[in-house]
């Protein structure tokens, strides 16, 4: 079984801050991680993902995650937010191989608030 | 190309009422998702279908029931709504391939009162 554990509920920050979303998983096979951001009244979209390779990938809009498999832990950071960055953001995890069919595992969500 | 659409967008029911909410993908995936999303608890799977005729149960199955006869649709019903059923629901689908981006659909907001 796989677990996905978003240390934060909420985080505030102001304009032009840097931010990090915590996210930590469980599981006894390979994963590959995923973070969604949901802005308000929409459905998710993807944001980025960590399949292999370079452990820090990088978003279109600036943000960026690290993989860390020894602390089993794919962090989301972005240097300065803006207002618009205002949503609510999934970490999720899928397993590698096998039969999982696609299935993901959702953390309890972030909501991330930018203030001016 | 439409991606994932979900109807109706808002629905209020009865306890005890049933009703059905529609999904429907463009992008001939394989692989189609439901999931209930509600406040500090992340998005719990429902049910899953791996293709036409093939279904099977989520995390949290009891009290849904699923059909898929064709690629594209995944219809989710509800049968004998109970307030525990109060969420946003969303559908979801990925083409196969475990790297592949699963793409959602933009929500069913639905009230049992």
């Known amino acids: 079984a796989q677990s996905v554990t978003q240390l934060d509920s909420q985080v505030p920050v102001f304009e032009e801050a840097p931010v990090e979303l915590r996210c930590n998983y469980s599981?006894?096979?390979?994963?590959?991680l995923f973070w969604y951001v949901q802005y308000p009244n929409q459905g998710l979209q993807l944001l980025l993902k960590y399949l292999s390779g370079s452990t820090l990938v990088e978003s279109i809009n600036g943000f960026e995650a690290e993989f860390n498999k020894s602390q089993t832990s794919f962090h989301l950071r972005k240097p300065s937010v803006h207002i618009s960055d205002t949503a609510e953001y999934f970490c999720?995890?899928?397993?590698?191989?096998?039969?999982?069919?696609?299935?993901?595992?959702f953390g309890q969500g972030t909501i991330l608030t930018v203030h001016p | 190309n439409a991606g994932v659409t979900q109807t109706p967008k808002f629905r209020i029911l009865k306890i005890g009422q049933s009703m059905t909410l529609q999904c429907t993908q463009d992008m001939n995936h394989n692989y189609m998702y439901w999931y209930r999303q509600d406040p500090g608890m992340g998005l719990k799977l429902i049910y899953y279908s791996v293709g036409a005729g093939i279904t099977d149960k989520g995390e949290v199955p009891n009290g849904y029931n699923v059909s898929r006869s064709t690629t594209e649709d995944f219809p989710l019903r509800l049968e004998l709504a109970a307030p525990s059923q109060t969420s946003v629901y969303f559908c979801?689908?990925?083409?196969?391939?475990?790297?592949?981006?699963?793409?959602f659909g933009p929500g069913t907001r639905l009230t049992v009162l």
């Open positions: 979801a689908s990925v083409r196969g391939d475990a790297t592949d981006t699963q793409y």
């Open positions: 599981s006894s096979v390979s994963v590959y």
């Open positions: 999720a995890v899928r397993n590698a191989g096998g039969t999982s069919y696609g299935k993901l595992t």
